[in-house]
């Protein structure tokens, strides 16, 4: 920006590069002013900024590479989030029909009603196959599932959370030293 003094009312305007050539319109009494060609432009006085008004002008935004992290660090915590509301939805649709608890308690109800012979033959059996058994029963296997879905959405959330967190640092304005 350079200042154009205006011939009739001697005011001082201000005129950008692009309005090189051209005409505008004086602030102080309204008339038409030739603006200069760029070449001769250049010559007027530049206008003077202040302190203040270039210290507005540069912390309107961020930096490019503050701002492609913040960007991105939002791009983080968004996808987290859509993850986790997936993760959360099947972990909520599972529905596990016996747990671990339960399933002793029946064993426990079946031990106390059952007769002496079947208590021999169920010793022979485990005396004679063990106890171990080579895959977990289907309730086990639902109940691990869900778990694992749980497991995804915490973390899902937890990542979440710490690119909001970073986004948030990211995103802070500097403070000034005044």
Request: glycine share 8%; with cysteine; net charge negative.
């Amino acid at each position: 920006m350079y200042q154009l003094t205006c011939p009739k009312c001697e005011a001082i305007n201000e005129v950008s590069t692009a309005k090189a050539g051209g005409e505008i319109e004086c602030s102080g009494c309204g008339q038409m002013i030739a603006v200069p060609k760029l070449g001769e432009l250049r010559n007027l006085p530049p206008v003077e900024d202040t302190k203040a008004v270039r210290a507005t002008s540069s912390s309107g935004g961020l930096s490019g590479g503050r701002s492609f992290a913040f960007a991105a660090l939002g791009l983080v915590c968004l996808l987290c989030l859509l993850g986790a509301a997936f993760c959360g939805v099947n972990w909520s649709n599972i529905d596990v029909p016996l747990t671990t608890e339960k399933h002793l308690e029946l064993l426990e109800e079946g031990y106390q009603e059952a007769s002496s012979a079947q208590m021999i033959r169920e010793f022979e059996d485990i005396t004679k196959y063990g106890v171990d058994i080579p895959t977990p029963l289907e309730y086990r296997t639902i109940e691990l599932r869900k778990q694992a879905w749980g497991q995804k959405t915490m973390a899902y959330l937890a990542v979440a959370a710490v690119a909001f967190v970073l986004a948030l640092v990211v995103g802070r304005k500097p403070k000034t030293a005044a």
